[in-house]
């Protein structure tokens, strides 16, 4: 999509939008106020990580940042939870204590924070920071319980020790108190023998157990609060302003997605660029509609007639120096203003200069004698039927002295019968003869076939639309039906402001309504046909006043009301 064409896309939806963010952000405010808000506290805590060998390698040292990535899961783990909640007295469960409270480590620190939700922000500064108190001590636990089995062993060797040095002194006490004798002193000498055997196993002990206690103290992981939670000011969520934001732009995305399936599924040949991308046939012009009231010869609108002059010198240039000769004036339904189109055309034509027949082809309905007020007892249809007849014969004059029309005539029981045999073409003939263009009005092309009988007999084909209510598809089976005879196309503005091109908007204040025609052959017009009481410009530059006939309104178009 180019910038004109968004641009038109954005002009023909501007209400839709506009008033989608509007609804959308109105409905985001209102489920905002219904959302309760939610309170967040944090508490800080520092990752200490034990060093047990004497030369630690970086690994070790790094250790940290790893530990308190581990502590962040272990936080959110059943027994701590459950205990800070029973300090607390909160009765949740554990996935609902697993959703508000949530821990993670502080990127490239040894920092880890541990934060509690709630809807009330006391509450969660005191659940947090009954989660962190938990932890720590259950951490300390933990960490002493690694060294316990090997303290507890070595205090019971050290005991054991000193008792049985205690033991051996009471006995060299007792030998030393006797009279010396031999034997004595070879006791004596025995038991301060183990004596200090047993002092140099207590020493040894001893310094053990210390060295115990200080790879102890060096290798604890230690956890300590740094900044304990306090009760939050301000909600985490809803967040008014991005709810808000968010609200309008949906609504946004939900109205461009409708108005481009709109767009989409719309195929209404409303303005130019429609008509050429359905079909590919070029526009020949648009025609507004004129207001009521409008009179036959004195539309009472100078738009109205520059459109169908401008309609007819589109016509005569698509082929310079080659006559119009037979012209189908034809549309896909009923409504379009084919009928008001074709009369219109013929007046412009004859207006021009050239001698015009307009045959009202539409034995079905046929609406041209209202028009032209002419009588209806003879016409097309007895031509066909009767041989005999001269087609000079039942041409009916208008005010136009080189505008005659034939009309539609009794309507016969198969008028596409008629339009299908050879007399036909000895009709054709004998009007090509008394004319220079013969405008034919017909039958809708989705209704009856009439239109396409003649299509094939004549030299063009204008194919009249209407852009408050013509569709592609209906266009498109129009063209198929007339096998490739049409190359153009006219419009017609319609009244709904919103389904104009810009182009019909340069045309018409009233929006309008499409048509398409096509072009085969074109003959070089005369100046004025002689005896009209048109105006006709002298050579030398002046005019002679004479009364213009004007355009015909389309305000009774029979079309419009079937």
């Known amino acids: 999509m180019n910038l004109d064409a968004a641009l038109r896309f954005a002009r023909r939806w501007l209400p839709l939008l506009l008033l989608g963010p509007l609804v959308g952000g109105l409905a985001g405010h209102l489920v905002v106020r219904q959302v309760p808000p939610v309170y967040e506290a944090t508490v800080t805590l520092l990752v200490g990580q034990g060093i047990t060998s004497t030369n630690p390698g970086s690994d070790e040292l790094n250790g940290a940042g790893q530990l308190a990535q581990t502590y962040a899961e272990a936080v959110r783990t059943r027994p701590v939870l459950a205990e800070a909640a029973a300090q607390q007295g909160l009765s949740l469960s554990i996935r609902e204590l697993q959703e508000r409270v949530q821990a993670r480590r502080v990127p490239n620190t040894q920092l880890m924070r541990i934060s509690a939700q709630s809807t009330y922000s006391s ?13 720590v001590a259950k951490n300390l636990e933990v960490q002493a319980s690694r060294f316990a089995s090997s303290r507890e062993s070595l205090g019971r060797l050290v005991d054991s020790l000193q008792s049985d040095m205690d033991a051996r002194g009471r006995e060299i006490d007792v030998l030393r108190a006797q009279p010396p004798s031999p034997d004595r002193d070879t006791e004596l000498s025995r038991l301060q023998s183990e004596l200090t055997q047993l002092q140099a196993t207590h020493s040894a002990t001893v310094r053990s157990y210390e060295d115990l206690r200080v790879t102890e103290a060096r290798g604890m992981n230690t956890l300590a609060i740094l900044e304990p939670a306090v009760a939050p000011d301000e909600p985490v969520r809803p967040n008014p302003r991005l709810a808000l934001f968010l609200a309008v732009l949906g609504g946004l995305v939900v109205a461009v997605g409708t108005a ?6 719309d195929d209404a040949l409303r303005d130019r660029r429609r008509v050429t991308t359905a079909t590919g046939l070029p526009t020949l012009g648009l025609v507004p509609r004129g207001d009521s009231g409008i009179s036959l010869r004195d539309p009472g609108s100078r738009r109205i007639t520059e459109s169908y002059r401008l309609l007819r010198s589109n016509i005569i240039a698509l082929s310079p120096g080659r006559g119009l000769g037979n012209l189908v004036v034809a549309s896909p339904s009923a409504g379009e203003g084919k009928s008001i189109t074709a009369a219109n055309l013929a007046v412009t034509l004859a207006e021009a200069g050239q001698r015009v027949i307009l045959v009202d082809a539409d034995m079905h309905r046929p609406t041209q004698m209202r028009h032209f007020n002419v009588p209806n007892r003879r016409g097309l249809a ?29 309507t016969p029981p198969e008028p596409s ?7 036909l073409d000895e009709v054709l003939g004998q009007l090509s003869q008394l004319s220079d263009v013969v405008v034919f009005d017909t039958p809708p092309l989705l209704a009856q076939p009439d239109a396409v009988l003649l299509g094939t007999r004549a030299d063009g084909v204008l194919m009249v639309v209407d852009a408050s209510k013509s569709r592609g598809r209906q266009f498109i089976r129009g063209l198929e039906m007339l096998r490739g005879r049409c190359c153009g196309s006219r419009a017609h503005p319609s009244w709904a402001p919103s389904s104009i091109g810009s182009r019909s908007n340069q045309l018409s204040t009233p929006p309008t309504r499409t048509t398409t025609g096509s072009r085969p052959s074109v003959r070089t017009p005369r100046r004025w046909w002689p005896g009209s009481d048109n105006v006709e410009r002298s050579a030398g530059g002046s005019r002679r006043a004479g009364r213009r006939p004007s355009p015909l309104s389309d305000r009774q178009d029979p079309d419009q009301r079937r």
Do not use: C, H
Request: proline fraction near 5%; charged fraction near 15%; charge should be negative.
């Open 260 to 265: 481009a399936l709109i767009e989409y599924l």
């Open 417 to 423: 019968a008629l339009l299908s045999s050879k007399r």
């Open 382 to 410: 007895t031509l066909l039927v009767d041989s005999d007849q001269s087609a000079e014969a039942l041409l009916q004059p208008t005010w136009l002295a080189n505008l005659r029309m034939l009309p539609a005539g009794p």
């Open 123 to 135: 509450e969660a500064a005191a659940l947090a920071n009954a989660v962190a108190s938990v932890f």
